[in-house]
Nanobody, 113 residues
Protein backbone atom coordinates (compact mmCIF):
# COMPACT_ATOMS: atom_id res chain seq x y z
CA UNK A 1 0.00 0.00 0.00
CA UNK A 2 1.45 3.33 -1.07
CA UNK A 3 1.38 6.18 1.41
CA UNK A 4 2.65 9.72 1.03
CA UNK A 5 2.84 11.88 4.15
CA UNK A 6 3.47 15.60 3.89
CA UNK A 7 4.74 17.66 6.79
CA UNK A 8 6.43 20.96 7.52
CA UNK A 9 3.62 23.40 6.85
CA UNK A 10 2.70 26.19 9.18
CA UNK A 11 2.19 29.89 9.65
CA UNK A 12 4.99 32.14 8.46
CA UNK A 13 5.41 35.84 7.82
CA UNK A 14 6.03 37.20 4.33
CA UNK A 15 9.69 36.81 3.47
CA UNK A 16 10.05 33.78 5.68
CA UNK A 17 10.96 30.20 4.84
CA UNK A 18 9.57 26.72 5.30
CA UNK A 19 10.69 23.27 4.25
CA UNK A 20 8.03 20.76 3.34
CA UNK A 21 8.69 17.03 3.40
CA UNK A 22 6.96 14.23 1.56
CA UNK A 23 7.86 10.86 3.01
CA UNK A 24 6.75 7.74 1.22
CA UNK A 25 6.13 4.14 2.13
CA UNK A 26 5.21 1.28 -0.15
CA UNK A 27 6.97 2.89 -3.10
CA UNK A 28 10.53 3.82 -3.96
CA UNK A 29 10.24 7.53 -4.70
CA UNK A 30 13.69 7.58 -6.24
CA UNK A 31 12.36 5.68 -9.25
CA UNK A 32 9.61 8.17 -10.03
CA UNK A 33 9.00 11.78 -10.85
CA UNK A 34 7.44 13.51 -7.86
CA UNK A 35 5.62 16.81 -7.79
CA UNK A 36 4.37 19.35 -5.31
CA UNK A 37 1.02 21.00 -5.91
CA UNK A 38 -0.71 23.88 -4.18
CA UNK A 39 -4.42 24.26 -3.74
CA UNK A 40 -6.22 27.36 -2.58
CA UNK A 41 -9.70 26.81 -1.22
CA UNK A 42 -12.22 26.70 -4.03
CA UNK A 43 -9.62 26.50 -6.77
CA UNK A 44 -7.89 23.71 -8.64
CA UNK A 45 -4.58 22.22 -7.61
CA UNK A 46 -1.71 23.92 -9.39
CA UNK A 47 1.66 22.37 -10.07
CA UNK A 48 4.39 24.13 -8.08
CA UNK A 49 7.45 22.02 -8.82
CA UNK A 50 8.51 18.56 -9.85
CA UNK A 51 11.64 16.49 -9.80
CA UNK A 52 12.23 13.73 -12.29
CA UNK A 53 13.76 10.36 -11.59
CA UNK A 54 16.83 11.69 -13.39
CA UNK A 55 16.95 14.70 -11.04
CA UNK A 56 15.67 17.14 -13.64
CA UNK A 57 13.63 19.88 -12.01
CA UNK A 58 11.00 22.30 -13.13
CA UNK A 59 9.12 25.06 -11.37
CA UNK A 60 6.06 27.20 -11.84
CA UNK A 61 7.00 30.70 -12.91
CA UNK A 62 5.54 32.08 -9.70
CA UNK A 63 8.02 30.19 -7.50
CA UNK A 64 11.10 29.86 -9.69
CA UNK A 65 14.11 31.25 -7.87
CA UNK A 66 12.39 31.04 -4.47
CA UNK A 67 11.53 27.34 -4.13
CA UNK A 68 13.82 24.35 -4.47
CA UNK A 69 12.68 20.76 -4.85
CA UNK A 70 15.04 17.98 -3.85
CA UNK A 71 15.02 14.37 -2.79
CA UNK A 72 16.85 12.14 -0.33
CA UNK A 73 16.55 8.61 -1.58
CA UNK A 74 18.03 7.20 1.63
CA UNK A 75 15.01 8.62 3.45
CA UNK A 76 12.57 7.99 0.62
CA UNK A 77 11.58 11.64 0.94
CA UNK A 78 11.11 14.59 -1.37
CA UNK A 79 11.47 18.12 -0.04
CA UNK A 80 10.27 21.54 -1.04
CA UNK A 81 12.39 24.35 0.36
CA UNK A 82 10.36 27.55 0.20
CA UNK A 83 12.04 30.91 0.70
CA UNK A 84 11.00 34.54 0.35
CA UNK A 85 7.45 33.45 0.91
CA UNK A 86 4.64 35.66 -0.32
CA UNK A 87 0.99 35.97 0.65
CA UNK A 88 0.05 34.21 -2.61
CA UNK A 89 2.00 31.12 -1.56
CA UNK A 90 -0.72 30.34 0.97
CA UNK A 91 -2.53 27.08 0.38
CA UNK A 92 -2.54 23.37 1.02
CA UNK A 93 0.51 21.69 -0.44
CA UNK A 94 0.28 18.15 -1.72
CA UNK A 95 2.91 15.81 -3.05
CA UNK A 96 2.14 13.32 -5.74
CA UNK A 97 3.84 10.68 -7.84
CA UNK A 98 3.50 11.83 -11.42
CA UNK A 99 1.62 9.43 -13.67
CA UNK A 100 0.13 7.61 -10.71
CA UNK A 101 -2.84 8.48 -8.56
CA UNK A 102 -0.82 8.66 -5.37
CA UNK A 103 -1.40 11.70 -3.19
CA UNK A 104 -0.67 12.71 0.36
CA UNK A 105 -3.16 14.33 2.72
CA UNK A 106 -1.63 17.77 2.29
CA UNK A 107 0.00 20.26 4.60
CA UNK A 108 -1.27 23.79 5.16
CA UNK A 109 1.02 26.73 4.49
CA UNK A 110 -0.22 30.12 5.57
CA UNK A 111 1.77 33.24 4.78
CA UNK A 112 0.46 36.15 6.77
CA UNK A 113 1.69 39.18 8.63
Amino acid sequence: QVQLVESGGGLVQPGGSLRLSCEASGINLGSYAVAWYRQVQGKQRDLVAYIGSGEQRNYADSVRGRFTISRDNTKNTVYLQMSSLKLDDTGVYYCSVLGHDYWGQGTQVTVSS
